[in-house]
């Protein structure tokens, strides 16, 4: 098991909420992303600013 000493060093820089609560034609993992996507937009960030993003279910 690995371990990465985040304390100080994480934030949460943006928000978002998927607009579909039912859908079916989508993997979890293509919700995930597009709220990942959202939420970077929502902060003014790309994918080139995130060193490290963590995901629980």
Known sequence: MWYVAVKGKAYIVGAYEHPTRHAPDK???QLHAEVAKG???DAGLSREDV???LIHI
């Open 51 to 53: 060193d490290l993003s």
């Open 39 to 41: 939420a970077l937009e």
């Open 27 to 29: 993997s979890v993992a």
